[in-house]
């Protein structure tokens, strides 16, 4: 089974549980590149422990640092840098599986070229399906390319579905579990006081601080939603969102004859990640076994869109598709990273998204230039967006997009 694996964004959260599930599987991989943006001391650790044959970092200094330490360290791993060695990794005939795990539109080059080249891909990276979704399935199944879904609740409606003909109609409707972040029962008027450290101290996951604020704002089920519509080739309408506070169940696939299959775990990442890994067999994960007796209770609640406004304006921009979701995640991008170093209010990322997805007119998208094009653009008007936002004194009244009939529609998934 063993296969030369290379992590993009091995630093992260999702690279640590990957490189903890292969040092307890060593027959399932061989490490073949790791890849950081500029912790370079993690990096060097972890080129100590697997001995890859590639490394590759953004900056020319962190490349010169690097090599000389793995040399003095007797490794002959060859330390490269930016964004193009990434990109000519991630194709090259040296590796056969590529973990696809930097945070944000980043991910997305390297993705593309394992994705052109026929890789197989575990993808965690899920802003590169948001912002290209038909054109990404497109180049993977030009090339043969497979896709195993990281994301918990992506990879559980993999388990669930099974091999199930999707287009025979026997499966209904998907349904997306969240978690409802730490905000879920915060009084709404103190939103707008949360600071970064409490918006990343996420009650039941432990993740990199992008996706934290993502899954506190909600966000991160409306970017869920647009790759579970691409990846499964099924109709937003046809995609459930339920709050589930203990994240047990990690979702659930609803057939025409009203079976509904999920999938259950403990809340550790290592579970999709060891499935992922050794498809179709099984590996060890790691991971605490479920003990239901503790857990005793599970809850499932529908979404309040007047307190998560970023899901509102992610299930507007899946029912107009197009370029919208490519602004919807740069100007997210933009919004949270202004968030995380104080420029803006947590309420404020809503409105700077909102913002910006008002200030760029819809349209198709034909080619990855485009797409790249319409995200630069975005950036551009959502950091103008946030340079205002900054200046409004902080009494200004918050805004909240509308929960739209349309809206509430469709996350409940069109019943
Ligand atoms: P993280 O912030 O912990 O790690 C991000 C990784 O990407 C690091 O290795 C970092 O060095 C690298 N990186 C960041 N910017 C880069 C750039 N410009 N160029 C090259 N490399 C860069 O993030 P994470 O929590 O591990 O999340 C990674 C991806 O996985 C995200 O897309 C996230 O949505 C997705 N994901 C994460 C989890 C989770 O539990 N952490 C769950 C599901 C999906
Ligand atoms: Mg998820």
Not at 258 to 273: E, H, N
Not at 300 to 324: H, K, Q, S, T, W
Not at 360 to 380: K, L
């Amino acid at each position: 089974m063993s296969q030369r694996l290379f992590v993009l964004g091995s630093t992260g959260s999702i690279g640590d549980n990957v490189l903890d599930v292969v040092a307890r599987n060593p027959q399932t991989a061989v490490i073949h590149g790791l890849t950081a943006h500029r912790n370079i001391g993690k990096l060097y650790r972890q080129c100590l422990k697997f001995r890859p044959a590639l490394a590759i970092v953004s900056e020319p200094h962190h490349a010169i640092e690097l090599q000389a330490n793995l040399q003095a360290a007797g490794l002959n791993t060859e330390v490269q840098c930016g964004a193009q060695a990434l990109c000519a990794a991630a194709c090259a005939a040296d590796c056969d599986t590529v973990v696809a795990a930097i945070v944000g539109a980043a991910g997305l080059p390297p993705t593309l070229s394992a994705a052109r080249a026929g890789k197989k891909i575990l993808l965690a990276n899920k802003e590169a399906l948001v912002m290209s979704g038909t054109l990404f399935m497109e180049a993977a199944a030009n090339s043969g390319a497979t896709i195993l879904p990281l994301d918990s609740e992506h990879n559980a409606i993999f388990q669930c579905l099974h091999g199930a003909q999707r287009a025979s109609g026997d499966v209904q409707r998907l349904i997306l579990t969240a978690s409802g972040g730490p905000f879920r029962n915060r009084p709404l008027q103190t939103l707008d006081q949360v600071t970064p450290d409490e918006a990343c101290a996420h009650p039941n996951w432990s993740m990199g601080r992008k996706i934290s604020v993502d899954s506190a704002t909600m966000m991160n089920k409306g970017l869920e939603l647009i790759e579970a519509r691409w990846l499964f080739d099924i109709p937003a309408e046809r995609i459930e969102t339920l709050i589930h506070p203990q994240s047990i169940v990690h979702s659930m696939v609803v057939y025409r004859d009203q079976s509904v299959l999920a999938q259950l775990g403990s809340p550790d990442m290592r579970i999709p990640i060891a499935h992922a890994l050794a498809y179709p067999q099984r590996i060890d994960s790691g991971a605490e076994p479920l003990d239901l007796v503790k857990v005793a209770t599970l809850t499932f609640e529908a979404p309040d869109l007047a307190r998560f406004p970023c899901l509102a304006l992610a299930l507007e921009v899946i029912r107009e598709g197009g370029a919208m979701s490519t602004v919807l995640n740069a100007a997210n991008e933009v919004a949270v990273e202004a968030f995380l170093t104080h420029r803006i209010r947590f309420t404020d990322i809503a409105r700077v998204v909102d913002e910006v997805l008002q200030k760029i007119p819809g349209a198709a998208v034909t080619s990855f230039d485009e797409v790249m094009d319409i995200d630069q653009h975005s950036r551009r008007i959502g950091s103008a967006v946030v340079q205002r936002v900054c200046r409004m004194p902080h009494s200004s009244p918050s805004l909240y997009a509308a929960s739209s009939a349309a809206a509430v529609s469709l996350l409940q998934g069109g019943r």
